[in-house]
Every structure is written in structure tokens, then in C-alpha cells.
């Protein structure tokens, strides 16, 4: 079992830049490939960024890509999503998820455990 805990979300203007964190309880975090995905109000949820188990690779979705990095502390039992140059349409709640694999799936069905959210808006 994972249990996930995110933070940093809030209100920023467009062009500004947010740090979600999310915190990992167990020991095995560092097995698990993790994610963020994020949910506009009325809509799906869509992929935003994922990382593998070690770090080594990154996935963007191309509407976030050279704006939003993806990192982990595995001694911190922590994931991080830098967000810059923030626009309007990045308003979502975020959410962190994490799956015991070696490369992660951008389709959210595929992933194991997930946090409850934070809230990101972006005013224009």
C-alpha cells in the first residue's frame, strides 16, 4: 500500500510558478514509477507528467512540455512538479498517482494509488 499526500497548490497569475509536492508513506516508494495527472472542473482526467522508478526518464504531455519538470527525492519519499509560465487552461486540481512498473502509462486507469488533490488556479 502507498498512500499519497500532495501540496503547493494555490492561486498564481498567468506567467507565474507553482512546486506541487507529493509526500509518499511506505518504504517501497522508491519501486514505483509516479505521476501527476490534473482535472479541470467538468472535464476528465488527463495526464500531466510521470517519472520512472530511478529517475532516469521523464514523460510530459505536450500541452505542459518545457514548462512543468518532474523530480523525486526517493530519500525524501517525495515527487515534485515545477510548474512555470503557468496559463489559465492549467486550472485543474492535481493529483499524484503512483504504479509498480518500469514505464509509466499515461491512461490514469492504469495506475494503482493516487493522492486526493490540490487545487491550482491560474488567473488570467
Known amino acids: 500500500q502507498v498512500q499519497l499526500v500532495e501540496s503547493g497548490g494555490g492561486l498564481v497569475q498567468a506567467g507565474g510558478s507553482l512546486r506541487l509536492s507529493c509526500a509518499a508513506s511506505?518504504?517501497?516508494?522508491?519501486?514505483?514509477?509516479m505521476g501527476w495527472f490534473r482535472q479541470p472542473a467538468g472535464k476528465e482526467r488527463e495526464f500531466v507528467a510521470a517519472?520512472?522508478?530511478?529517475?532516469?526518464?521523464?514523460y510530459y504531455a505536450d500541452s505542459v512540455k518545457g514548462r512543468f519538470t518532474i523530480s523525486r527525492d526517493n530519500a525524501k519519499n517525495t515527487v515534485y512538479l515545477q510548474m512555470n509560465s503557468l496559463k489559465p487552461e492549467d486550472t485543474a486540481v492535481y493529483y499524484c498517482?503512483?504504479?509498480?512498473?518500469?514505464?509509466?502509462?499515461?491512461?490514469?486507469?492504469?495506475?494503482?494509488?493516487w493522492g486526493q488533490g490540490t487545487q491550482v488556479t491560474v488567473s488570467s
Open positions: 511506505g518504504r517501497t516508494f522508491s519501486a514505483y514509477a
Open positions: 517519472i520512472t522508478w530511478n529517475g532516469f526518464n521523464t
Open positions: 498517482a503512483a504504479d509498480w512498473v518500469n514505464i509509466p502509462d499515461t491512461r490514469a486507469d492504469e495506475w494503482d494509488y
